[in-house]
Structure formats: structure tokens, C-alpha cells
Nanobody
Framework: VQLQASGGGLVQAGHSLRLSCAVS????????MGWFRQAPGKEREFVARIKYSDHSTYYADLVKGRFTISRDNAKNTVYLQMNSLKPDDTAVYYC?????????????WGQGTQVTVSS
């Protein structure tokens, strides 16, 4: 499975941005997709995830109500819609996939895409 993240950029606080993660290869093996982020000097943290079988979603408290993860089956793409962005959302964002039926670890990772939110 290969993952290609895109859509990052520089935006002002309060504005929106949509990240995309194109999934290729053995797409049928994917069970979960997630978004993570890593800010300078900080550890990587979980942002959101979606379960392929039922499209159920789960969010980190810091982004709940502002970010939305979704999936386009036809395009094999997962999105992260980010609204009401804050300077604290500045980070490199990574998409990840898991092929496990019960999520324990993400075994595929894409390259990051930089999101910078100015105040």
C-alpha cells in the first residue's frame, strides 16, 4: 500500500484547508485510515481516523468539531477537512493506513504535508 498526502499550505487563522491522501497498491487490504501530525519539537500525535467497513470516525479532542475525516471510495482517497484553523494546528500532517481487522498499529505511512497557520 502506498500513500500520497497533499493539500498542505499556509493559511490564516480561522480559515480552512483540505488535505488529501491518495491510496494505491493493495487498497483492498486497508481497514483503517488515519491522520497524524507532528509540530516542531513535539511528538507525533493522532488527529483522526476512519474505519473502512462502516465509515465510523474518531477524533482527537483538540480537533473535534473542527476537523472532518472522510473517504471517497471511487477515488481511493481519504480527506481531512480542517476548519477554524488555529496557529497551534501548525504541523506536518501524515496519513497512515492499517490492514489489521482490529486496529493496533498503522503499518503504512505516507510522506508528510506541511500545514502552517498564521495568526
Amino acid at each position: 500500500v502506498q500513500l500520497q498526502a497533499s493539500g498542505g499550505g499556509l493559511v490564516q487563522a480561522g480559515h480552512s484547508l483540505r488535505l488529501s491522501c491518495a491510496v494505491s497498491g493493495r487498497t483492498s487490504s486497508v481497514r483503517f485510515m488515519g491522520w497524524f501530525r507532528q509540530a516542531p519539537g513535539k511528538e507525533r500525535e493522532f488527529v483522526a481516523r476512519i474505519k473502512y467497513s462502516d465509515h465510523s470516525t474518531y477524533y482527537a479532542d483538540l480537533v473535534k468539531g473542527r476537523f472532518t475525516i472522510s473517504r471517497d471510495n471511487a477515488k481511493n482517497t481519504v480527506y481531512l477537512q480542517m476548519n477554524s484553523l488555529k496557529p497551534d494546528d501548525t504541523a506536518v500532517y501524515y496519513c497512515a493506513a492499517s490492514s489489521q481487522p482490529v486496529l493496533r498499529v498503522y503499518n503504512y505511512w505516507g510522506q508528510g504535508t506541511q500545514v502552517t497557520v498564521s495568526s
